[in-house]
T-cell receptor
Framework: AQKVTQAQTEISVVEKEDVTLDCVYE???????LFWYKQPPSGELVFLIR??????QNEISGRYSWNFQKSTSSFNFTITASQVVDSAVYFC??????????????FGTGTQLKVEL | DGGITQSPKYLFRKEGQNVTLSCEQN?????MYWYRQDPGQGLRLIYY???????QKGDIAEGYSVSREKKESFPLTVTSAQKNPTAFYLC????????????FGPGTRLTVL
C-alpha cells in the first residue's frame, strides 16, 4: 500500500528565513509521480509541482526548490527567503495510475507553515 | 476563465437529511474526484470517475453516492448513512491520462447539526 508521511505538523519561521518541508513516501510501484500542493486559508488546493520517479534532478522555481532522492524515498520542499504570503498548509502526494486513465493521489497529513514578521 | 466551481461554499443540514454538493468544471477534463478533509488530516478519496457514466469507490465511499451524467458535472450526495458527515469536501479534476496533476475547486464546508 502507498503511504506518504509528513512528520512536521507545524513549522513557524520569521520572514526571510529559509524553511524545508519534509516528505517521505512508500510505494511498490516502479513508476510513480510525486506532487506538492499548497492550501491557503481559503481552502482551495493549489498545484505546485509534479515529479516522476525517473527524474531525480532538483527543481527550482523562483523561491521554491524541490529535492527528490529515490535512495531515501524523500521529496523535500524548500522555500527560500520565506514571506508571510507563504503561510499555508502544504501537502505532499503520491500518485499511482489506473488502467484507463485517471490518477489516484495518496496525500500526507500536511505541514502547517506560519511565516511571521 | 476555466476552472472548477463548487457550491455552496458553506452548507448546514440537520442530522438524518441527505444533501447534495455540486461540482462543475469547464476544463474539458475526463476524470473527476471527490475528497474529504478533516481537521489536521490529509485528503481522503471518496469517489472518482474516469469517464461519463462510470465511477468507482475510493477509500471512504460508505455513506456517499455520486453520478456522472455529464462530463462537466460530478455531484456528491452525502446520505443519512454517513456517520460523521461534518467535514470540508473538495472536488478535483484531471486530464484523463495517467499521472496528471489534479486541479481543485474551492471546496464546500458541510456542517451537520
Amino acid at each position: 500500500a502507498q503511504k506518504v508521511t509528513q512528520a512536521q505538523t507545524e513549522i513557524s519561521v520569521v520572514e526571510k528565513e529559509d524553511v524545508t518541508l519534509d516528505c517521505v513516501y512508500e510505494t511498490r510501484d516502479t513508476t510513480y509521480y510525486l506532487f506538492w500542493y499548497k492550501q491557503p486559508p481559503s481552502g482551495e488546493l493549489v498545484f505546485l509541482i509534479r515529479r516522476n520517479s525517473f527524474d531525480e534532478q532538483n527543481e527550482i522555481s523562483g523561491r521554491y526548490s524541490w529535492n527528490f532522492q529515490k535512495s531515501t524515498s524523500s521529496f523535500n520542499f524548500t522555500i527560500t527567503a520565506s514571506q508571510v504570503v507563504d503561510s499555508a498548509v502544504y501537502f505532499c502526494a503520491l500518485s499511482e495510475g489506473y488502467t484507463g486513465g485517471g490518477n489516484k493521489l495518496t496525500f500526507g497529513t500536511g505541514t502547517q507553515l506560519k511565516v511571521e514578521l | 476563465d476555466g476552472g472548477i466551481t463548487q457550491s455552496p461554499k458553506y452548507l448546514f443540514r440537520k442530522e438524518g437529511q441527505n444533501v447534495t454538493l455540486s461540482c462543475e468544471q469547464n476544463l474539458n477534463h475526463d476524470a473527476m474526484y471527490w475528497y474529504r478533509q478533516d481537521p489536521g488530516q490529509g485528503l481522503r478519496l471518496i469517489y472518482y470517475s474516469q469517464i461519463v457514466n462510470d465511477f468507482q469507490k475510493g477509500d471512504i465511499a460508505e455513506g456517499y453516492s455520486v453520478s456522472r451524467e455529464k462530463k462537466e458535472s460530478f455531484p456528491l450526495t452525502v446520505t443519512s448513512a454517513q456517520k460523521n458527515p461534518t467535514a470540508f469536501y473538495l472536488c478535483a479534476s484531471s486530464i484523463g491520462r495517467q499521472y496528471n496533476e489534479q486541479f481543485f475547486g474551492p471546496g464546500t464546508r458541510l456542517t451537520v447539526l
